[in-house]
Each structure stands twice: as C-alpha cells, then as structure tokens.
C-alpha cells in the first residue's frame, strides 16, 4: 500500500506561484507513476501532470504545459507540482495519487490540498 500527504496549497493572487508536495510512503515507488490531479466546485476531476517514480518521465495535459511543472525528489520520497502564473480558474483541490506503471487506474490517494487564485 501507498500512502501520499499533500500540503503546500493556499490563497494566493493571480500571476502569483505555489509549490505542491506529496509526501509519499509504504512500498517502494519505483513500480509506480505519480499523478497530480484537481477538482474544481462543480467539476469533473483532471489530471494535471503526472511523473514515473523510476525514470522520471513526465506528461502534463495539454493545457498545463508552460506553467505547471511536476518533479520528484527520491531522497525525500516526495512530488512537487511547482505552479506560475496561477489563474482563478485553477482554484480547486488538489490531489496527488500512484499507480503502478502498467496499471489503468490510480490506486491510491492523497486527502487534497485546497488552492484558492484570487483575482
């Protein structure tokens, strides 16, 4: 089992930037694929960004790409979500999630971070 904590959401101002983290524990990662996601009130979820654990490869859905960025930090066992130029329209929780590489779904969740744009 996989156990992931987010923090670092907030208020902040359009233009302004904020860094998410996922702290992750229980198995080893290097099987998985690490995904930020979001919800907006009123909204289906979306997939932000995602990174494998091992490689570190990334892919971000089309409309994210420029001002979201994902890493991860394998000492720390941890995911970023770096986030600029932030928007009202990205208010919405946050959540990060892991799936094994060859797996279909995320299995395992974090509880969210809320982050709030103010225009």
């Known amino acids: 089992q996989v156990q992931l904590v987010e923090s670092g959401g907030g208020l902040v101002q359009a233009g302004g930037s904020l860094r998410l983290s996922c702290a992750a524990s229980?198995?080893?990662?290097?099987?998985?694929?690490i995904g930020w996601f979001r919800q907006a009130p009123g909204k289906e979820r979306e997939i932000v960004a995602a990174?494998?654990?091992?490689?570190?490869?990334?892919d971000y859905a089309d409309s994210k790409k420029g001002r979201f960025t994902i890493s991860r930090d394998t000492a720390k066992n941890t995911v970023y979500l770096e986030m600029n130029s932030l928007k009202p329209e990205d208010t919405a929780v946050y959540y990060c999630?892991?799936?094994?590489?060859?797996?279909?779904?995320?299995?395992?969740w974090g509880q969210g971070t809320q982050v709030t744009v103010s225009s």
């Open positions: 229980g198995r080893t990662l290097s099987s998985y694929t």
């Open positions: 999630a892991a799936k094994l590489l060859l797996g279909r779904e995320y299995r395992y």
């Open positions: 990174i494998t654990w091992s490689a570190g490869n990334t």
